[in-house]
């Protein structure tokens, strides 16, 4: 528990635990002038009661109930929330695109989520020295690439070398707040919620879009939860209400005791609340800090990959394994690239981090108003909550998140249109797999013989059978496989056994071992056979054929063959289905998409792929 601790430290609350670098800079400057007392009061008032309702009680408490066997992120909650609802496809429908929207959106997280974290942390030369300002962008980049470089060591290696340096974090940030809460002790009068009332009163619109940027001490929450399959939900919950609340809290309050004496320091109230002979070693640590806060969105977004892969909502990408004890621990080299092309896209391109802090909110606030509403359909359908409780948790809940949602629609010009564009185009290329996917599925469907007929000939009218196992895969049980037709056509042979392999991804994470094969004997030797893997597993076809033998049909590998028809998609536009262009789309992913065979884990020298045109 201490070692995952730790790690959850280093990796799931860099996010969230460097957010005061930039959110009080960020919120106070709404106005352009320097902030006043009651200012400075509503605004850390509003920041406090942030963190207890939405990442303290929504995230921690809430959400991270909603666990799908242990895995946590949109994809695994949508599945859940799907699991729930089978008996209506429309509303399985909404929930889908709700929840690929969402994790969309996550991807724009995951790209400004670095970008913004480190660019605020080396913007802290210019208090130092102004003379090098110039500098922060070119070391920012060149930060981020080493970054990125250093995913494919693994979230084991990499939370071992950031948990320690995190811990070192939190606890002078914490030092840090107390050191000046010391000096003026009336900052914390703004614990209490009355002051983030009388702010809205008294400012009216001006504390709405002040919203925009209380919202900044919020990020990472939604990271906090896509990394629970890393670590587990304990070490998280264990290390945000012992350790990492308690110094939040007293550095932002210490960041306010100082704007009360010197509002002047409003441009960057962080590194000036820091004592002038411990700032160069304070930028040091912000910047070890920053890089490490982006972890906690980069391994989020591996892991949500990998489940988009396995639900049919992303197209297969190599997955490497970079933890011998946990399988939740991955590297996914492509979207490592993207994320890297994109965020120093972003860094180029904003050039600040007060320029990126209008790209920030959309992306977070989206994603966290689509969690809310998925989790509130898991605690009706899977909790079994009565309606009226369900309704005043949902209401509560969703006026919080649609006002921060609502507050940072008002910076799309300023820079939002940014994570909205980034996540409309992963939107668009998430659905346009999926339904290519089941387009190609119907046409091969609709072009398939019937199964049962087909073994009735071939009894009757025996070909030449060669010894050995022929596993031949298939979308379909009820028709004969390509595969199949095109072996005996040209061979003129069949195997002594025949097995007709279909592979189902399930909604939970890891399938049960009472679950996972389904095997159905048919006349002539022939086997229907079902493999069940969870949406968090690697399906590996060899592994589990290997167990077959406890239901009555041994596998020596040695001796089995396995044949693939190999889809070659082609754009037709007098076909109906999708636009023309979302077809294109398709057949170049479909073309450059990783194997089914090395997604599945065949062995190359067992395998014979037989091509096959598919128009849609």
């Not at 002539?524 to 592994?543: H, K, Q, S, T, V």
Request: net charge neutral; charged share 15%.
């Amino acid at each position: 528990m201490a070692a995952l601790t730790l790690g959850a430290i280093g990796v799931v609350y860099g996010d969230i635990g460097t957010s005061p670098l930039y959110t009080l800079q960020t919120t106070l400057n709404y106005e352009g002038k320097m902030p006043q007392a009651d200012s400075i009061y509503g605004v850390l008032s509003l920041i406090f009661w942030a963190q207890i309702i939405v990442v303290s009680l929504k995230y921690v408490v809430f959400i991270m109930r909603a666990d799908n066997k242990g895995e946590g992120g949109i994809m695994a909650l949508m599945a859940l929330a799907l699991r729930g609802v089978r008996g209506s496809a429309r509303l399985r429908w909404l929930l889908a695109i709700i929840g690929i929207f969402g994790a969309a959106l996550f991807y724009g997280d995951g790209v400004i989520t670095p970008a913004i974290s480190v660019l605020s942390a080396v913007e802290g030369v210019k208090v130092a020295a102004p003379g090098l300002g110039h500098w922060v962008m070119p070391v920012s980049a060149v930060i981020l690439f080493f970054l990125f470089a250093l995913q494919k060591h693994g979230t084991d290696r990499v939370g071992k070398l950031f948990g320690p340096v995190m811990v070192v974090w939190f606890i002078v940030i914490a030092v840090i707040g107390v050191y000046n809460i010391a000096q003026n002790p009336g900052i914390l009068r703004a614990l209490s919620p009355h002051y983030g009332y009388e702010f809205f009163v008294h400012h009216g619109w001006s504390a709405f879009v002040a919203l925009g940027g209380v919202v900044l001490a919020l990020t990472g929450a939604e990271a906090l939860y896509a990394d629970m399959g890393h670590f587990g939900k304990r070490p998280i919950q264990l290390a945000w209400f012992s350790f990492i609340l308690p110094a939040l809290v007293l550095n932002y309050f210490g960041q306010g005791a100082l704007l009360l004496r010197d509002p002047s320091a409003i441009d960057n109230p962080f590194f000036k609340a820091v004592p002038s002979m411990f700032l160069y070693p304070m930028i040091g640590l912000a910047t070890a800090a920053t890089v490490i806060a982006s972890q906690a969105v980069i391994s989020g977004a591996f892991s949500m990959t990998r489940e988009a892969m396995s639900l049919g909502y992303s197209l297969r990408m190599p997955v490497v394994h970079t933890s011998r004890e946990m399988s939740g621990q991955i590297f996914v080299p492509w979207v490592n690239s993207f994320l890297l092309v994109m965020v120093l896209v972003a860094v180029v391109g904003f050039g600040s981090s007060d320029a990126l802090s209008a790209a920030y909110g959309i992306a977070v606030t989206g994603t966290m108003s689509i969690t809310t509403i998925l989790a509130l359909f898991v605690a009706r359908n899977q909790w079994g909550w009565h309606l009226p409780l369900l309704i005043l948790v949902g209401t509560c809940l969703l006026i919080i998140d649609l006002s921060f949602f609502s507050a940072n629609l008002l910076k799309v010009e300023a820079g939002g249109w940014f994570p909205l564009v980034l996540g409309l185009g992963i939107f668009i290329i998430m659905t346009t797999w999926r339904r290519g996917r089941e387009l190609v599925v119907r046409e091969i469907k609709q072009g398939g013989l019937s199964l049962m007929p087909f073994i009735e000939n071939i009894i009757e009218h025996p070909p030449l059978r060669v010894p050995g196992i022929a596993v031949f895969l298939t979308a379909n049980q009820n028709s004969v496989p390509h595969a199949l037709l095109h072996n005996l056509k040209h061979n003129k042979v069949l195997h002594e056994r025949n097995v007709m392999l279909t592979v189902d991804i399930l909604e939970t994470p890891v399938a049960e071992a009472d679950e996972r094969i389904h095997l159905v004997p048919m006349d002539g030797n022939f086997y229907g056979l079902e493999l069940r893997f969870g949406f968090a597993e690697d399906p590996n076809i060899p592994l589990a054929l290997s167990k077959c033998a406890k239901s009555g049909l041994p596998f020596d590998l040695m001796d089995t063959t396995f044949f693939l028809s190999r889809e070659n998609v082609v754009a037709d536009k007098r076909r109906p289905g999708m636009a023309l262009w979302r077809d294109r789309l398709f057949a170049f992913m479909s073309r450059n998409a990783l194997p089914a065979t090395a997604f599945f884990q065949i062995p190359g020298n067992r395998l014979i792929e037989l091509g096959t045109q598919v128009e849609i």
